[in-house]
């Protein structure tokens, strides 16, 4: 597994792709070696957990470049044994949206004025970062978006930016859903902590009781499922800077792939590394069953056969990035043959649409 952001430069990285490649004859032995090289890469956890406030599309129009504005961080320092050593909690004053979003003052339960006793977001992202230490750590979020804001909000306030890439992270919340539920849902936190029987000693929706109850979830994770921690997410709030550096994340039964940035969806589609089909056990080049179709023009499928390992199932999603071009996620998995037959049943139901459609075209053409 290939684990990328701050947390990592290059040569880290490539030693970790390198691990991956003496390794590709033994896929168990690759992935053992592989996450004992990443459990060595940082040294604790910092959960974390932020609030932000928004325009009421009112009197206040929405700032483009800051969309949510970040009112509260709340995080956990937690050792990789499960002990909490450290916490955070601090307020910021708002300078973007000063009328309190109605939503948003409902769930915390704080008034403009409570926010104004705060400092400035500069001020309190800098001793946060200081708190979180130098020695490499992971941060870990309920859900994915709090990295990406806090980074938007960084760049809106010029700072240094957290990492020239993608950050590794934990998102809690997808694991408690591996490691508990369906492995597909995505619940509230509330409903974790009370699923999991846990003592609701604070309130929810505040930034460090959040994190305090998101910390609770890991800990549970650490002590009955630590496998899944392996199943490590992305923030691309900053995309690849270019081919070296794109992720190449394999896992125990897929692999993830996210590539550099390209000026459209065509530039992206036509890349080589992109349209490509891999083994991810034995890392050969495939020829496709299916060649990619989308029945959206989002997500695009293909179906390769490895001889050894049988059928594999690609998956592109191209995504917006946040300098104006595309990029892709693409994940393959080895599936059975039920699954296989869905992909192919799904390809030709895409191409009668398409047949549909040109022949009502023609249709209108000639009337």
Same mark, same amino acid.
């Given at each position: 597994m290939d684990f990328s952001g701050s947390y990592l430069d290059g040569t880290q990285i490539c030693e970790i792709n390198l691990l991956a490649k003496a390794c590709s004859d033994d896929y168990s032995l690759a992935i053992?070696?592989?996450?004992?090289?990443?459990?060595?890469?940082?040294?604790?956890?910092?959960?974390?957990?932020?609030?932000?406030?928004?325009?009421?599309?009112?009197?206040e129009e929405e700032v483009a470049y800051i969309p949510f504005e970040i009112i509260e961080i709340g995080a956990i320092r937690l050792e990789e044994d499960g002990v909490m050593t450290g916490e955070f909690s601090e307020l910021i004053k708002p300078t973007v949206y000063r009328e309190m979003h109605q939503v948003t003052g409902r769930l915390i339960h704080m008034k403009m004025s409570e926010l104004d006793q705060g400092r400035a977001f500069v001020q309190v992202a800098t001793e946060f970062f200081r708190w979180c230490g130098e020695e490499e750590h992971l941060f870990c979020t309920w859900g994915a978006m709090d990295l990406t804001e806090l980074q938007r909000n960084m760049r809106f306030y010029h700072m240094e930016p957290l990492a020239q890439g993608p950050i590794a992270f934990l998102d809690v919340q997808k694991l408690f859903s591996i490691a508990f539920e369906d492995g597909k849902s995505r619940r509230a936190l509330e409903h974790a902590v009370e699923t999991l029987q846990m003592e609701k000693d604070i309130p929810f929706h505040r930034a460090f009781s959040d994190a305090y109850y998101t910390t609770k979830v890991l800990i549970k994770i650490i002590a009955e499922k630590p496998e899944v921690l392996k199943? %490590?997410?992305?923030?691309?709030?900053h995309t690849p800077k270019d081919r070296k550096s794109e992720i190449k994340a394999q896992f125990d039964t897929y692999m993830k792939y996210i590539s550099r940035e390209f000026s459209d969806k065509s530039e992206a589609l036509q890349d080589r590394e992109v349209a490509s089909s891999k083994c991810y056990l034995c890392r050969r080049n495939l020829r496709k069953k299916l060649k990619w179709f989308s029945p959206n023009g989002r997500h695009y499928y293909c179906l390769a056969y490895c001889d050894k390992h049988g059928y594999l199932k690609g998956k592109i999603r191209v995504r917006k990035s946040e300098q104006g071009g595309v990029y892709v996620v693409k994940t393959t998995k080895l599936v059975g043959p039920e699954e296989a037959e869905a992909v192919r049943e799904r390809s030709k139901? %895409?191409?009668e649409l398409h047949k549909k459609r040109i022949s009502g075209h023609e249709t209108n053409i000639s009337s």
């Amino acid at each position: 597994m290939d684990f990328s952001g701050s947390y990592l430069d290059g040569t880290q990285i490539c030693e970790i792709n390198l691990l991956a490649k003496a390794c590709s004859d033994d896929y168990s032995l690759a992935i053992a070696e592989i996450a004992g090289a990443a459990e060595r890469i940082f040294m604790y956890y910092i959960v974390m957990d932020l609030e932000w406030n928004q325009s009421n599309t009112g009197l206040e129009e929405e700032v483009a470049y800051i969309p949510f504005e970040i009112i509260e961080i709340g995080a956990i320092r937690l050792e990789e044994d499960g002990v909490m050593t450290g916490e955070f909690s601090e307020l910021i004053k708002p300078t973007v949206y000063r009328e309190m979003h109605q939503v948003t003052g409902r769930l915390i339960h704080m008034k403009m004025s409570e926010l104004d006793q705060g400092r400035a977001f500069v001020q309190v992202a800098t001793e946060f970062f200081r708190w979180c230490g130098e020695e490499e750590h992971l941060f870990c979020t309920w859900g994915a978006m709090d990295l990406t804001e806090l980074q938007r909000n960084m760049r809106f306030y010029h700072m240094e930016p957290l990492a020239q890439g993608p950050i590794a992270f934990l998102d809690v919340q997808k694991l408690f859903s591996i490691a508990f539920e369906d492995g597909k849902s995505r619940r509230a936190l509330e409903h974790a902590v009370e699923t999991l029987q846990m003592e609701k000693d604070i309130p929810f929706h505040r930034a460090f009781s959040d994190a305090y109850y998101t910390t609770k979830v890991l800990i549970k994770i650490i002590a009955e499922k630590p496998e899944v921690l392996k199943k %490590v997410s992305y923030d691309v709030f900053h995309t690849p800077k270019d081919r070296k550096s794109e992720i190449k994340a394999q896992f125990d039964t897929y692999m993830k792939y996210i590539s550099r940035e390209f000026s459209d969806k065509s530039e992206a589609l036509q890349d080589r590394e992109v349209a490509s089909s891999k083994c991810y056990l034995c890392r050969r080049n495939l020829r496709k069953k299916l060649k990619w179709f989308s029945p959206n023009g989002r997500h695009y499928y293909c179906l390769a056969y490895c001889d050894k390992h049988g059928y594999l199932k690609g998956k592109i999603r191209v995504r917006k990035s946040e300098q104006g071009g595309v990029y892709v996620v693409k994940t393959t998995k080895l599936v059975g043959p039920e699954e296989a037959e869905a992909v192919r049943e799904r390809s030709k139901h %895409v191409r009668e649409l398409h047949k549909k459609r040109i022949s009502g075209h023609e249709t209108n053409i000639s009337s």
